[in-house]
Every structure is written in structure tokens, then in C-alpha cells.
Nanobody
Framework: QVQLVESGGGLVQAGDSLRLSCAAS????????VGWFRQAPGNEREFVAA????????YYADSVKGRFTISRDNAKNTVYVQMNSLKPEDTAVYYC????????????????WGQGTQVTVSS
């Protein structure tokens, strides 16, 4: 079992930046690909970004490409997403998720999920 805990959310203004963290604990001896997803009220959970187990490959949703950067520090068992130039439409609960196999865009293909952290961007 792997436990994931997100942190770093908050209330910011449009154009501001935030960095979210996803700390893993438990059976982290096996490396995992990690994805970030978000869910706004009334919407389905959607893919934001993903990073491979080594950190060499990263993937982004078109809506955040060029503004968000995903990274990982395997020594700290932590994955980050740096979010710049935030927009009101980025407002959502952000979740990190992990899977043993390669990266994926699909919510259904992740094995472990954190509890989420709220990001609110005011205009």
C-alpha cells in the first residue's frame, strides 16, 4: 500500500503561482508513475500532468501546458507541480495519484489516490 498526501493548495489571484506537493509513504520501495488530476464542482475529474518513475518523461493537458511543471524528488518520495499564471478556470480540488506501470492520462488506471487539496483562483 502507498499513501499519498497533497499539500500546497490555497486561495490566490489570477496570475499568481502555487506549488503543490504530493508526499508518498508506505511501500515506496517500488517506484511509481504519478499523475495530477483536478476536479471542479459539477465536473468530472480530469488529467492535469503526469511524470514517469524516473522523472525523465512528463506529460501535460493542453489546458496547462506552458504554465504548469511537474517534477519529482525520488529521494524525498515527493512529486511537485509548479503552477504559474493561474487562471480562475484552474480552480478545483487537485489530486495526486500513483500507479506501478507507466504514466497514464486515465483516472481509472491509477491505483492510489490522495485526499486532494483545494486551489481557488480569484479573478
Amino acid at each position: 500500500q502507498v499513501q499519498l498526501v497533497e499539500s500546497g493548495g490555497g486561495l490566490v489571484q489570477a496570475g499568481d503561482s502555487l506549488r503543490l506537493s504530493c508526499a508518498a509513504s508506505g511501500r515506496t520501495d517500488s517506484s511509481y508513475a504519478v499523475g495530477w488530476f483536478r476536479q471542479a464542482p459539477g465536473n468530472e475529474r480530469e488529467f492535469v500532468a503526469a511524470i514517469s518513475r524516473s522523472g525523465r518523461r512528463t506529460y501535460y493537458a493542453d489546458s496547462v501546458k506552458g504554465r504548469f511543471t511537474i517534477s519529482r524528488d525520488n529521494a524525498k518520495n515527493t512529486v511537485y507541480v509548479q503552477m504559474n499564471s493561474l487562471k480562475p478556470e484552474d480552480t478545483a480540488v487537485y489530486y495526486c495519484a500513483a500507479r506501478r506501470d507507466g504514466t497514464s492520462w486515465s483516472v481509472d488506471e491509477y491505483d492510489y489516490w490522495g485526499q486532494g487539496t483545494q486551489v481557488t483562483v480569484s479573478s
